[in-house]
């Protein structure tokens, strides 16, 4: 791995590991997880409790496996490069079927809430798709470059500075519904009406 699809490894892992805890962390946020699926017209509402189950198990098992990628990387190992690219192929997979759900919520205007990252006050929008397009960017980016790249053990120093950035880059599109209403204009509260 170079230090580009480093970065991009730990930026990924980040992410699914967040999404991945908070639906993990308790039964509750498992069926509120569940439960934000059920208005989407993409399933039957018997299938909406075994596909949250799914998903979770696939982000939880991104996360090892994009996990064992990095350190593999780091170590030098010779089979880092074939695992990571297999991992770096179901994480696009999996980004790409949420993704397509996240389109479709917000062209339907269904007015489901996010719960990538637990519970949310937004509903799906365009940042959410802009996201996913980023995340899917970034798995590209890494895959090109981990299938076109030659092994080698990166140095400690740059290795950590990919990591870094890696981090930094995924608490931005963890916290990006907050960073957006931070920086969009706050509307003006309509006038009061005179009473006659």
């Known amino acids: ?106 062209r339907r205007r269904t007015g489901v809430r996010c719960a990538c990252f637990g519970a949310a006050e937004r509903p799906l929008g365009r940042r959410h798709v802009v996201r996913n397009g980023l995340l899917l960017a970034g798995v590209a980016v890494a895959l090109v470059d981990v299938v076109a790249g030659a092994a080698h053990r990166p140095a400690p120093a740059g290795a950590a500075v990919a990591l870094l950035a890696g981090v930094l880059g995924a608490v931005v599109l963890i916290r990006l519904d907050d960073l957006v209403d931070l920086f969009l204009p706050i509307g ?9």
């Open 1 to 106: 791995m170079s230090y580009l699809s480093l970065g991009l490894a730990a930026a990924l892992w980040c992410v699914f590991a967040a999404s991945a805890w908070s639906k993990l962390r308790s039964r509750a946020a498992q069926r509120a997880f569940a439960d934000s699926l059920r208005p989407l017209p993409l399933l039957p509402g018997r299938l909406v409790g075994p596909a949250a189950a799914a998903v979770t198990a696939a982000e939880a098992a991104i996360v090892l496996g994009l996990g064992w990628s990095v350190v593999a990387a780091l170590a030098g190992r010779a089979g880092a490069g074939p695992a990571a690219t297999l991992v770096l192929l179901a994480t696009g997979l999996l980004l790409a079927v949420l993704t397509t759900g996240v389109v479709l919520a917000v």
């Open 188 to 196: 003006a509260p309509p006038p009061a009406r005179r009473e006659p």
